[in-house]
């Protein structure tokens, strides 16, 4: 583990490169296409912050943007059309790809890198902000 790595006590973070890692384990992820999901990125960090816990996207193919979870809080919702859900259940097993957080990771990167070993991206709030991105239905306050 480097030392970014250690200090923040994050192991599913690969040293180098990029590696799948096994969804619902130490997360579940979101995945949304192309600039939609980079617009779903900022309107995350806007509503937090600045900090909207991991997220990965990827530079080429579907352009997908990988929204990380805590383990487990993807299934049981209904998540609106042209999203993706990353999760492991009864015969259900996903992987996601996590890049270095240094180094050659092309087509990956981080859009919004981990800050901590236990921050991810709030399932709930995410799941409005997908709402209201994709079908329009007004602000995501209003739906909290």
Known sequence: MNAFNRELGIDWIPLAGIQL???????DAV?????EGRRLADLMAALVGG??????????GRRGVYFLV???????????????????????????PVPSLYGRTWPLSWRYPPTRA???????LL????????????TVGAQL
């Open 21 to 27: 890692r096994k969804a619902g384990v130490q997360f």
């Open 31 to 35: 995945r949304m296409d192309g600039d």
């Open 51 to 60: 900090e909207p816990g991991p997220i990965v996207q990827e530079a080429n």
């Open 70 to 96: 805590p383990a487990g809080s993807t299934a049981g919702r209904a998540w609106p059309q042209g999203v993706t859900r990353f999760n492991s259940g009864s015969g259900c097993v996903s992987f996601v």
């Open 118 to 124: 236990d921050r991810f991206v709030h399932p709930l």
């Open 127 to 138: 799941l409005n902000a997908a709402r209201t991105l994709t079908e329009g239905t007004g």
